[in-house]
């Protein structure tokens, strides 16, 4: 019997062995498809493309994307509005929490994170379009008693050529995403004590915070900030439905070059997806540059000890409030307008509410709903079961062989979200025209799991390793393996950040818009893809239906999250917040 007992090892230490390797298999499935994508984007820029008659090194490519007379102004117009999006969110998150963190309201404030991140970037595009369109809710509000219009004004005001409205919608998205962030990062620096010494000193409250908590808190939060840049210079969706034209920006074109039914252009879209990376590239150079000097000024701001004005930080609080809520304002209003345009009967200008409210629109559009409801959440669910496997796995190895998490590789994670889409996914896409399964279901989950892989660790890394560990003791002190206390102990107890994670996860995958176009050839059509396809038809109450669907299968996670622990430990008071 002893014989037999060194001999063979416990299932448990068989079924463990893999788990040692998890961390470098999540990376691997994270960072593969973009570098093979960078790749695969790189070739065709250089002119070989074997499939296209493309054999040799040629830098035409470059010459035809240098030749295009709008591209000075689409990389201007990219830089802009990455820089003016970004720093605006970033703006507002800082004094919004310098001046309201720690109270009644800034709780408030985060209850409504979670609404608010679960909007798709399209869907709050859409809602902000029916909000400041000539035709949309404040042009009607104000008319035609304080306007005297009768009649839509002929206005350029979504897709203008400066990029405001474009701006305006990036903002509204990402302070939620950076405030999240910063709240994170808070729980990390001791914010209550460092502001009442701050306090204690004679530093009023948004001085004190500016000076002593910002440069720790934005150490944490860097990385979340070069990925708002990288993301608002890129982006694709709501620079269709809120950028403008002629030209858009260098990803919007670098997209319709891709799109275009004369295949040579796609040499021309690779180049511009590689200049699109190098765009990205100086973008965060710049950004980095501007960090080091804004440091250097602070320095200084902090050496001369001004403690700042009562009356007048008071102002400025009230004016962080208002930014922020008018960015919160917009996406509900926006949410409103889609659901008063999805029941809308008759509805003319300047009517504030429409004539009345029928199902005629459902029942005319809801039937075409059904396909990409379905594709929606199949392509979804099974990104997020793949992404909970493999972060599951990895945390779990961190646990069971002592390993160290990796904070200083954590740009890794960010990698994906960094990298501009546009410069990967097509290099992806001729990947798996070459293994045969472009155009496919598989390829497009594979395309999703890269990018909610990130955001679903980011939010389960933080209380899985806050657990404390003294429960995994008593369960072994009980006789308990490793697996049972793992399945019976710990994912119990931490089911609501195993949910509020796969609720993440699932927004991002219904949001994915370029990755779904691309990898799937267009032949897979989700609820993103068709809504953003209907911008350029301008039948509002057709967006007004997909849009409103979309936000449905993107907030449906976030309210199980809330309901289902609360309803799975009725009885367990203290386990129903994980």
Known sequence: MRAAATTTPPRPARRGQFLPWAPLLTLGVMLGPVLAGLLGTLAPALGYMPALGGEGISLAAFDALFAWPGLPRAVMLSLGVGFAATALSLIIVVLICAGWAGTRTFGAVERLLSPLLSVPHAAAAFGLAFLIAPSGWIARALSPGVTGWAQPPDLLILQDPAGLSLIFGLVTKEVPFLLLMTLAALTQVRPGQSLRLAQALGY???TGWLKVIFPLVYRQIRLPVYAVLAFSMSVVDVAIILGPNTPPTLAVQVVRWMSDP???????????????????????????????????????????????????????????????????????????????????????????????????????????????????????????????????????????????????????????????????????????????????????????????????????????????????????????????????????????????????????????????????????????????????????RAIGVYALAQTAAAFAPFALAVLLPRFVWRNRKGMRDG
């Not at 796995?393 to 646990?399: F, G, I, M, V, Y």
Request: proline share 5%; charged share 15%.
């Open 204 to 206: 009023a409250r948004v």
């Open 262 to 540: 004369d295949l040579a252009f796609r040499f021309q879209a690779a180049a511009g997806a590689v200049l699109q990376l190098g765009l990205v590239l100086v973008g965060l150079g710049l950004w980095r540059l501007l960090e080091i000097a804004v440091a250097r000024l602070g320095r200084a701001w902090i050496v001369r000890g001004a403690r700042g004005r009562r009356g007048g930080e008071q102002a400025v609080r009230m004016g962080a409030l208002i930014l922020g809520g008018l960015a919160a304002l917009a996406v509900i209003a926006g949410l409103a307008g889609q659901v008063m345009w999805s029941f809308a009967g008759l509805w003319q200008f300047p009517d504030l509410l429409p004539d009345g409210f029928t199902l005629r629109n459902w029942d005319r559009f809801g039937p075409r709903l059904a396909w990409p409801v379905a594709e929606t959440l199949i392509i979804a669910g099974a990104a997020v079961a793949l992404a909970m496997l493999l972060t599951l796995a990895s945390l779990e190895a961190e646990h069971r062989h002592g390993l160290r998490p990796a904070t200083r590789a954590l740009w890794l994670l960010y990698l994906p979200l960094i990298v501009p889409q546009v410069a990967f996914l097509m290099g992806f896409q001729t990947l798996s025209i070459l293994t045969g399964v472009d155009g496919g279901r598989a390829a497009v989950v594979l395309a999703h799991l890269v990018f909610v892989l990130p955001y679903v660790f980011l939010s389960l890394s933080d209380p899985w390793r806050a657990w404390d560990r003294r429960q995994d003791t008593i369960a072994r002190a009980l006789g308990a393996g490793p697996d049972r206390v793992l399945w019976a102990v710990r994912l119990p107890m931490l089911l609501r950040p195993l949910l509020i994670a796969a609720a993440v996860g699932f927004a991002v995958s219904v949001g994915q818009y370029l990755p779904t176009l691309l990898v799937g050839a267009g032949r897979v059509a989700t609820l993103t893809t068709e809504a953003v396809a209907l911008a350029s038809g301008g039948d509002r």
